[in-house]
């Protein structure tokens, strides 16, 4: 345990009472006093889960249903002794078991992931003296030492602080560094408003500081992250949760019906076992779609290749059937509707306003003049300001393999970059100027001031930093034309608030020309003495590409809702940017704490926007929008995305900037970070559904079909117009071909104007089990007809059942036709040309019933008998006459849906 509780918070408390609090001394804890609290609370890690062993995984993958039925359909096929449909369908299971064996554990990976962002080693102070220890070491009271580039080791209190700057983003979403000192926050700060804390597995990015160890472990803020996820349940996708429910469905109707037929057989109609079983076994084989779940894996299979080729990598199969469902996209700002980078997009000057044009830090761009007519002054004040963004700078840009690279502050990046633009001098202007004295950026004052040397020998003071800040050092302002005039106070508070409520960080210049030779500066030459130049509008500007990908979600039916850990201002503008829906309304992570999840779940369909949000708050809002029936997408980049990415019915991570926790949690992953990539996965998805969609369809009323010749004709008596090896057949042969060849479909037009599909939409429509019933009775009149035909002629038993047999397959070749335009007409000559895996497939089942049906050989296997010509183009026309009856009547339905409201 950690040490008591301390009321208020540690962030709460000045420096000396957290250090009280901890037990600690500014010189550090004795290393025998280290040792017992060691003991006491545990190394500074993360517990390791609980290895499941390796055969126990693989075990797992076989509790299913489905397969169940599986192996009970090998069971039956080995004791008919037909030993390659018991092959193929043992290779199905086992095919099924090793994928999910390679796809478990994906909550442990993510674990591990974060156990490994913390340092190494850390710098510390025990027994007056400075140690460098293992982080594992570190225990509560210990007093810590961080530097600019290093890892914070686990949650510390500052107490002394120099110009300290960390990058929390992992953490809280924020876009830039933010500043860090000792003093004292409100208790209910958010954890993005606790500067008087760094916490574990951040990056220090400028600056040292001194802290005293407040938590080590799993009680570190990553380490509750990982106890979060530990505990969060992953939520079984749509397909998977269906495709059980009917195993179960179809597993008890197969019995009841066998087990009806071996009554009614044994006791009314008096038939010998033998030739009664093996009936039954017949029916077993027409119902069971052995061949489904194979072809379910390979469309799936299908579509994460199509994904990859638009950058989205699938770790989970079922993920993109899930990813065509999804009704509501949870995004992350920071690195996914935005780019990540700082960019100086307004310059306000005294009566002038200039817009920035470029793209993140390329020091290259066009500076737009706002107004009808650009002041004659505007070319001077720009001169200034790229002198002041210049020189009052400590960054360095660089070209990087992704585009312009900052090293250093961003928002100095930013400001380097705008001046860039402005002198046309590429990453490094004004450099004839020579600094001679800086007074460095400190949280205290909020400014940098330094003092040059110009070409000429002039000496210019340089001055940016905070408004609120630099303001009170200013003595008058400089005017359109080039002169000063008094400070109008009043007016750039106003200007602030403007440009801070449009989600800009306002960053003020100034300057002041001083004696020629002066070589020291001082806070004495600036205060009342500056003259203020203007404002710079800073943001984290949205993906171009991001604009259209809304758009078309939208249009899709699909909401959009950024959950953020920046300011509500800030997400504001970017949401309003990019074209999010209830702009105006922006719910805060204090709000979200304060309301119960039955409150929230009637807050988060009213809102788009969630800003200063905690991983918990991530958490509750995806589980608040799924019990709604919403089925929910969570995109993300960070730590903090992990938990809320795992319980997400499709959690998306950021491939490039992503951390490998939110990596290891999500079951895709954006290669190229790309938001507009993700609506290219929701196609893609929608797509996949559709052909698993038309995978089902059409392998239900053909199976059913097939049954039904078995039940129909043990019912009435009548012999058998399809053996059941016949039948074993021709579901060995339809079903991995003819089903196959679906998983290859294109989309269909309109796919994503087409309403997400309901969560709870059960796999057996309402349409699907009339379409079942019709194309059964249609196969049931066609098959018997043609064999009573057959027999009435005078055929012979043989040619009757190969004449059905053949005729049983040109259907499904028809009905496969059908299913190819589920939303469309398939009587047109678009439809009619197919695909090549189409052909390809009619081609192998058409070469393997003319095989059967007349190489002698293998008559004897399968009893069949040569069909005379005329026979078969009877059967050709039946086929033909089946698929305009079933298009007749889509077109129908299709239209009677269309005539309905809403429809």
């Not at 340092?119 to 460098?132: C, E, I, T, W």
């Not at 040397?453 to 210019?460: L, Q, R, S």
């Not at 074993?728 to 089903?739: F, H, K, P, Q, S």
């Amino acid at each position: 345990m950690q040490p008591r509780k301390v009321t208020p918070p540690l962030h709460a408390l000045p420096p000396q009472a957290a250090l009280d609090a901890l037990r600690g001394s500014p010189g550090g804890l004795t290393e025998h006093e280290a040792a017992r609290r060691l003991a006491e609370h545990g190394a500074n890690q993360l517990p390791e889960p609980p290895a499941r062993p390796p055969l126990q995984r693989l075990m797992r993958q076989f509790k299913n249903v489905l397969i169940y039925v599986l192996i009970g359909s090998a069971a039956v096929t080995a004791a008919l002794q037909h030993w390659v449909d018991t092959g193929v369908i043992l290779a199905v299971v086992l095919i099924n078991g090793v994928i999910g064996f390679v796809q478990e554990g994906r909550a442990e990976d993510a674990m591990a992931a974060i156990r490994r962002m913390l340092a190494p080693r850390a710098l510390v102070l025990r027994d007056g003296r400075r140690k460098s220890l293992d982080v594992a070491e570190l225990v509560p009271g210990d007093i810590v030492i961080v530097e600019a580039g290093g890892l914070v080791p686990a949650d510390l209190r500052l107490i002394e602080a120099h110009r300290l700057r960390v990058e929390e983003a992992v953490l809280t979403g924020e876009s830039v560094p933010v500043g860090k000192g000792i003093a004292a926050v409100p208790a209910e700060s958010a954890l993005g408003d606790r500067s008087s804390m760094l916490f574990s597995g951040t990056m220090v990015a400028a600056g040292t500081g001194i802290g005293v160890v407040a938590a080590t472990g799993s009680t570190t803020q990553i380490g509750q992250i990982s106890g979060l996820l530990s505990r969060v349940e992953t939520v079984a996708t749509p397909l998977l949760t269906q495709m059980d429910r009917f195993a179960r469905w179809l597993t008890l109707v197969i019995l009841v019906v066998a087990a009806a037929l071996l009554v009614y057989g044994s006791l009314v109609r008096q038939m010998p076992f033998s030739d009664l079983f093996m009936a039954v076994v017949g029916l077993s084989v027409a119902a069971i779609p052995e061949g489904l779940p194979a072809v379910l894996t390979i469309t799936l299979a299908v579509g994460v290749r199509a994904m990859a080729r638009r950058n989205a990598i699938v770790r989970h199969l079922p993920a993109i059937e899930t990813l065509g469902s999804v009704s509501v996209i949870c995004s992350d700002k920071t690195g996914t509707l935005t780019q990540n980078t700082m960019m100086a997009n307004r310059i306000v000057g005294a009566g002038q306003v200039f817009t920035v044009e470029g793209l993140g830090y390329a020091p290259e761009g066009r500076i737009r003049a706002e107004g009808p007519e650009a002041l004659p002054g505007g070319p001077a004040l720009l001169a200034e300001v790229a002198r002041v963004s210049a020189l009052c700078n400590d960054a360095l840009l660089h070209p990087g393999p992704t585009g312009w690279q900052v090293e250093g502050d961003p928002m100095e990046g930013a400001l380097m970059a705008l001046a860039g633009r402005i002198t046309g001098d590429g990453p490094a202007p004004c450099g004839t100027w020579q600094r001679i004295d800086t007074i460095p950026f400190d949280a205290a004052h909020r400014y940098m001031a330094v003092l040059h040397h110009g070409p000429e020998g002039e000496a210019v003071i340089h001055v940016k930093g905070a408004p609120e800040a630099i303001l009170t050092l200013c003595r008058d302002q400089r005017r359109a034309d080039g002169g000063t005039a008094p400070l109008d106070i009043g007016h750039w508070h106003e200007t602030v608030e403007r440009l801070a409520g449009d989600g800009q960080r306002v960053i003020a210049l100034a300057l002041r020309a001083v004696t020629a030779g002066r070589r020291r500066l001082s806070t004495e030459d600036l205060a009342g003495k500056l003259t203020l130049i203007g404002l710079i509008g800073i943001i984290d500007p949205p993906r171009p590409e991001a604009f259209a990908a809304v758009a078309e979600c939208q249009s899709a039916g699909i909401r959009v809702k950024m959950i953020t850990g920046d300011h509500a201002a800030t997400a504001r503008a970017i949401g309003r940017a990019i074209g999010l829906r209830n702009v105006e309304r922006v719910l805060s992570g204090a709000e979200i704490e304060a309301q119960d999840d039955a409150a929230l779940a009637r807050s988060v369909l009213a809102t788009d926007i969630f800003a200063r949000t905690a991983p918990a708050h991530k958490l509750r809002l995806v589980s608040a929008l799924q019990a709604h029936g919403l089925t929910v997408a969570m995109t993300g980049d960070g730590v903090n995305d992990a938990p809320a990415l795992k319980r997400a019915d499709a959690g998306i991570a950021m491939g490039l900037k992503g951390s490998e926790a939110a990596k290891q949690a999500a079951a895709v992953v954006l290669a190229d970070d790309n938001f507009a990539s993700i609506v290219a996965a929701v196609r893609e998805g929608r797509t996949v559904y559709d052909n698993i969609k038309k995978v089902i369809s059409w392998t239900l009323p053909t199976s059913t079909g097939e049954a039904m010749t078995v039940v129909v004709a043990l019912f009435a008596g009548m012999a058998l117009p399809i053996t059941p090896v016949q039948i074993l057949w021709v579901n060995l042969i339809t079903a991995g071909t003819l089903g196959l060849a679906l998983a290859f479909e294109p989309p269909e037009p309109g796919s994503m104007q087409r309403p997400p599909r309901p969560r709870d939409e059960p796999l057996l429509t309402g349409t699907l089990v009339w379409h079942i019933v019709l194309v059964s009775a249609l196969f049931l009149v066609a098959v018997f007809g043609i064999y009573s035909h057959a027999i009435a002629r005078g055929a012979s038993v043989a040619l009757a059942q190969t004449i059905a047999m053949n005729t049983m397959v040109l259907l499904e070749i028809c009905h496969l036709f059908f299913i190819r335009n589920i939303y469309g007409t398939s009587l047109t000559l678009r439809a009619a040309r197919g695909t090549p895996v189409i052909w390809v497939c009619i081609g192998i089942v058409t070469a393997a019933q003319l095989a059967i049906t007349y190489v002698p050989a293998l008559q004897q296997i399968f009893h069949t008998a040569p069909v005379p010509f005329r026979d078969g183009l009877l059967a050709l026309a039946i086929g033909a006459v089946f698929l305009v009856l079933i298009e007749t009547e889509k077109r129908i339905r299709l239209s009677l849906r269309r005539r309905r409201p809403g429809g």
